[in-house]
Nanobody, 120 residues
Framework: VQLQASGGGLVHAGGSERLSCAAS????????RTWYRQAPGQQRELVAA???????NYADSVKGRFTISRDNAGNTWYLQMNSLKPEDTAVYYC???????????????WGQGTQVTVSS
């Protein structure tokens, strides 16, 4: 099982960017699709999450600006980021709890991270 994050790059303040996370492999079920970010010198923080039932949760700092969603098959999820601010600059990671064929329960998987830099 692998998670592949894509998107990101250099964005001007006030701009938008969409990140994607594609899960691949012998996946039975995915739960807890999330996006985290880590800025230089700071701890990794949860940005957004979407549950298996579709409920969403956001960090206070991104509420109203970021939207997490998933495709119908559920193996790809997205983070739409609008009204970006310089303080949104970070490496963004996708993560999920995945139950794969041959496994006995959900396990944590992480993508490789993608850099988002917001210039002022």
């Amino acid at each position: 099982v692998q998670l592949q994050a894509s998107g990101g790059g250099l964005v001007h303040a006030g701009g938008s960017e969409r990140l994607s996370c594609a899960a691949s492999g012998r996946i039975f079920r995915i739960n807890g699709r999330t996006w985290y970010r880590q800025a230089p010198g700071q701890q990794r923080e949860l940005v957004a999450a979407i549950s298996i039932g579709g409920a969403t949760n956001y960090a206070d700092s991104v509420k109203g600006r970021f939207t997490i969603s998933r495709d119908n098959a559920g193996n790809t999820w997205y983070l739409q980021m609008n009204s970006l601010k310089p303080e949104d600059t970070a490496v963004y990671y996708c993560a999920a709890k995945i139950w794969y064929y041959g496994g006995s329960t959900y396990e944590d998987f992480w993508g490789q991270g993608t850099q988002v830099t917001v210039s002022s």
